[in-house]
């Protein structure tokens, strides 16, 4: 019974609450204890997402609440009020289904405590000031890899200066950034700190984290973020949309823009309509087998003075439908009804297209993971190339979002963006990487010669 009270995995197997095998190695470590006394002040753990942080921090909050010399002062933090309950809701849950921590451990709505010797944990507010005067005995901090700044890590922290045996434990997936509390346990553990403790894996170790659930992650989000998220890894310039590098490599293939395209050929048009100080794009584009070709980029251009004509916009599909065998003409935003009306009215395949945050989360990733992997051929165009290199990734609830930071609106990159999403990203199963195959040096030429249809479930050596 003695060995609970300083052995964390000695209490969770006394009250039979399980781990995996990565949070009994991280937690078992970063909580070991050496003459009584804990071998780290400060530890930091860090895995993706989905794989059982908070839950290992709430067993560590329960142990030390019920086993740590009384009375106990401990504290959940995070990035705001309600992120920080996490961590203790956890621990509610558990408390409750296990009858003998019910028994000894109060559950309240503002937190835990032990009636019997007087220990607490509660959580605290982003702000430092709401925590300072507590000298805390434990700290939870979770999602540190995503604080804004360091007051809040280094409020707590000093304030466990007077404290008799403390621990800090941070727990979180990295953040954007190699700064901040997160990288600075790393940097001090790495620098040899023999009071600091840090474990990091980029695998996903929980077998509720799915290669199903990866896959299609994979698909929807970004490239910068499924490597933060899903692979832990601190991506340099994590916030850009794309790298300079893969939009040069996608506008250098040696393709033209096209004044017509092959009789033979299908094509799909897109229209982000702008009046006034948003330009009017029209955007034209092919597939062939796995590569999309964008053949056309026409900007029309409005002013205060004399906006955008709704009329030249018509003229202007009408023509290049005649040049361009269009299956489906999509016009973004209420100002397009009329235009698809009055075209519907023709006879072109015109459709109206709202956007939604929804269908953003969607589409830009397939936009990014077509520039990032080299399945989508532009010819050079200094506008597009600069929206592209402007655009920045915000995480959000709904996924990813796509904002626009720099001085020159997204228009073009919006057009490109919708005639991609016109075409499958992939037939079946996952999409090779054409640089993989070919080599970056290799000509468009070749990879339409060699790569146009083959099925991409076929194995990669199997490639001629």
């Known amino acids: 019974m003695e060995a609970i009270l300083d052995d964390l995995l000695a209490f969770t197997r006394h009250f039979d609450l399980t781990l995996y095998d990565w949070q009994a190695d991280a937690f078992g470590q970063a909580c070991a204890r050496v003459d009584q ?17 908070s839950y290992g921090g709430a067993l560590v909050g329960l142990w030390r609440l019920l086993c740590g010399p009384p009375p106990q002062d401990i504290i959940s933090a995070a ?8 961590v203790l809701e956890h621990a509610r849950q558990i408390v409750r289904a296990v009858p003998a921590l019910a028994d000894v451990i109060e559950v309240g709505a503002t937190g835990l405590s032990v009636p019997a ?39 707590l922290l000093a304030g466990q200066a007077s404290v008799d045996d403390p621990l800090m434990i941070v727990i979180s997936t990295v953040g954007r950034r190699q700064a901040g509390p997160l990288w600075t346990v790393k940097v001090l ?57 893969d939009v040069d490599r996608a506008q250098q293939q040696g393709w033209r823009e096209q004044t017509e395209g092959d009789p033979d050929r299908t094509y799909r048009a897109y229209v982000d309509v702008g009046i006034v100080h948003d330009p009017s794009v029209i955007a034209i584009g092919h597939q ?5 070709f964008v ?42 009804i009329a235009v698809v009306q009055r075209l519907a009215a023709t006879g072109l395949p015109v459709e109206l297209f709202t956007p939604t945050p929804k269908s953003n989360a969607e589409e830009w990733p397939q936009l990014a993971q077509r520039i990032g992997n080299g399945s989508l051929v532009l010819f050079p165009h200094a506008r597009l190339r600069e929206e592209l290199l402007n655009l920045t990734v915000e995480v959000g ?59 991409v479930w076929m194995n990669i050596d199997d490639i001629p």
């Not at 228009?411 to 016109?422: I, L, N």
């Open 37 to 53: 006394r804990f071998k780290y002040r400060l530890a930091g753990i860090s895995v993706p997402r989905g794989n059982g942080k």
């Open 79 to 86: 990035l705001d009020y309600d992120g920080a309950k996490v």
């Open 117 to 155: 010797t007087g220990s607490r944990w509660t959580v605290t507010t982003r702000e430092h000031t709401a925590s300072r005067g507590r000298h805390p005995t434990l700290v939870v901090y979770d999602e540190i890899g995503w604080a804004k700044d360091t007051e809040l890590f280094s409020s």
């Open 189 to 245: 553990a790495d620098g040899g700190d023999d009071g600091v403790f840090w474990w990091w894996s980029g695998q996903n170790l929980s077998p509720k984290v799915t290669p199903t659930f990866l896959e299609r992650q994979r698909r929807i989000l970004v490239a910068a973020q499924f490597a933060r998220e899903h692979g832990n890894q601190w991506v340099d310039a994590a916030d850009s949309f794309v790298s300079a590098e």
């Open 288 to 292: 062939e087998g796995m590569v999309v």
């Open 295 to 336: 053949d056309r980029l026409l900007t029309f251009q409005g002013s205060k003075r004399e906006p955008v004509q709704i009329e030249a916009l018509e003229h202007a599909l009408v023509d290049l439908s005649r040049k361009f065998n269009l299956t489906q003409i999509r016009i973004e935003s209420w100002q397009g």
């Open 397 to 455: 609830p709904s996924g990813a979002k796509v904002v626009d930071k720099g001085k020159v609106h997204q228009d073009h990159a919006v057009a490109v963006r919708g005639v991609c999403a016109s075409f499958p990203l992939v037939e079946e199963g996952p999409l090779p990487d054409l640089l993989h195959v070919y080599g970056p040096s290799d000509s468009v030429a070749h990879i339409r010669e060699e790569g146009a249809g083959l099925p």
